[in-house]
């Protein structure tokens, strides 16, 4: 039999099987991608601290990254030095149905760490507890502080590790992130110390709510019973002027009454509740909310 390979022959099975060669390429590619997908360093899920913007008429700041730097100016120290910690900043105008449906999918998937929208939009996720309260957040951040790890006691090097996820054998990054740990804490402590400072001396920039009057107000019937008063995000209203002129919000001049109604004027910033089941990385997410003030509050320059 002759097996000699010819340019004819060449040609006549590249002619016939030249589908199932660029099948094989495309798998082969497909694997490669999947093998570098699974191998690559991840971040861990608490070091993004994720910032939604969410409005119907399109109200968020123009420059959105520099937002983000300034939010991750603000974190602890050791936090900003880690190049694997990162604030990422999206924003969605929720008034085009598509783009609706998309953010959506990602709230009720429990993404995201701080959320800034309409006090209406907030008010209806806090009804289906996706929002956790701002003032539980900040005592709970403020009595971390008081809980430090010993570097010398035994039973808090366990503690520790258990808290970290993972066994350290090396005693001296042992001690190193131990306290790393205590200077997060004091950080976040002294975050939360500021804010609650804050909200006492100008109660009018938090938003006061009882879980279930939006929804027994509006809802289709089935009512909830309602929750205790409290705080449970940064209100924007007496501060709108100050943003606006910074160029953190865009509002128009002339609202329409639809717009109004749908509480353009009336923006809040809230904490997801998810990120309270994330472990150590929550109380970041304060910081947002601190710069915020900081940058257009009572006290800005």
Same mark, same amino acid.
């Given at each position: 039999?002759?097996?000699?390979?010819?340019?004819?022959?060449?040609?006549?099975?590249?002619?016939?099987?030249?589908?199932?060669?660029?099948?094989?390429?495309?798998?082969?590619?497909?694997?490669?991608?999947?093998?570098?997908?699974?191998?690559?360093?991840?971040?861990?899920?608490?070091?993004?601290?994720?910032?939604?913007?969410?409005?119907?008429?399109?109200?968020?700041?123009?420059?959105?990254?520099?937002?983000?730097?300034?939010?991750?100016?603000?974190?602890?120290?050791?936090?900003?030095?880690?190049?694997?910690?990162?604030?990422?900043?999206?924003?969605?105008?929720?008034?085009?149905?598509?783009?609706?449906?998309?953010?959506?999918?990602?709230?009720?998937?429990?993404?995201?760490?701080?959320?800034?929208?309409?006090?209406?939009?907030?008010?209806?996720?806090?009804?289906?507890?996706?929002?956790?309260?701002?003032?539980?957040?900040?005592?709970?951040?403020?009595?971390?502080?008081?809980?430090?790890?010993?570097?010398?006691?035994?039973?808090?090097?366990?503690?520790?590790?258990? !808290?970290?996820?993972?066994?350290?054998?090396?005693? @001296? +990054?042992?001690?190193? =992130?131990?306290?790393? &740990?205590?200077?997060?804490? %004091?950080?976040?402590?002294?975050?939360?110390?500021?804010?609650?400072?804050?909200?006492?001396?100008?109660?009018?920039?938090?938003?006061?709510?009882?879980?279930?009057?939006?929804?027994?107000?509006?809802?289709?019937?089935?009512?909830?019973?309602?929750?205790?008063?409290?705080?449970?995000?940064?209100?924007?209203?007496?501060?709108?002027?100050?943003?606006?002129?910074?160029? !953190?919000?865009?509002?128009?001049?002339?609202?329409? @009454? +639809?717009?109004?109604? =749908?509480?353009?004027? &009336?923006?809040?910033?809230? %904490?997801?509740?998810?990120?309270?089941?994330?472990?150590?990385?929550?109380?970041?997410?304060?910081?947002?909310?601190?710069?915020?003030?900081?940058?257009?509050?009572?006290?800005?320059?």
């Amino acid at each position: 039999m002759d097996s000699r390979l010819t340019k004819q022959r060449l040609n006549d099975h590249f002619g016939y099987d030249w589908m199932k060669y660029i099948g094989l390429i495309a798998a082969v590619v497909m694997l490669l991608s999947l093998v570098f997908t699974m191998t690559s360093p991840r971040l861990h899920k608490g070091r993004v601290l994720e910032i939604i913007f969410a409005s119907q008429h399109g109200v968020y700041p123009s420059d959105l990254n520099n937002f983000g730097g300034a939010v991750l100016g603000k974190v602890n120290p050791s936090d900003s030095k880690d190049s694997q910690f990162e604030v990422h900043v999206n924003s969605y105008n929720i008034g085009d149905s598509q783009i609706m449906q998309a953010y959506s999918v990602r709230i009720q998937a429990g993404e995201g760490d701080v959320l800034v929208s309409e006090a209406l939009i907030t008010k209806t996720y806090i009804d289906q507890q996706i929002i956790y309260p701002l003032g539980d957040a900040i005592s709970e951040a403020i009595s971390l502080g008081n809980n430090l790890f010993d570097t010398e006691s035994a039973d808090s090097r366990r503690q520790f590790q258990n !808290f970290a996820g993972k066994t350290i054998k090396d005693e @001296e +990054k042992l001690i190193q =992130e131990m306290q790393d &740990e205590n200077t997060r804490r %004091l950080h976040y402590q002294s975050v939360a110390q500021q804010l609650n400072e804050f909200f006492s001396e100008n109660p009018e920039y938090g938003l006061m709510y009882r879980r279930g009057e939006q929804w027994n107000e509006v809802g289709d019937g089935e009512t909830i019973e309602l929750g205790e008063e409290k705080l449970w995000a940064l209100s924007f209203t007496p501060m709108l002027e100050s943003m606006k002129a910074g160029g !953190f919000i865009y509002v128009p001049s002339a609202p329409t @009454e +639809k717009q109004l109604e =749908e509480g353009i004027l &009336e923006q809040a910033a809230a %904490l997801m509740s998810r990120k309270r089941d994330n472990g150590p990385y929550f109380y970041e997410s304060l910081t947002a909310l601190l710069h915020i003030i900081q940058a257009y509050g009572p006290a800005a320059g």
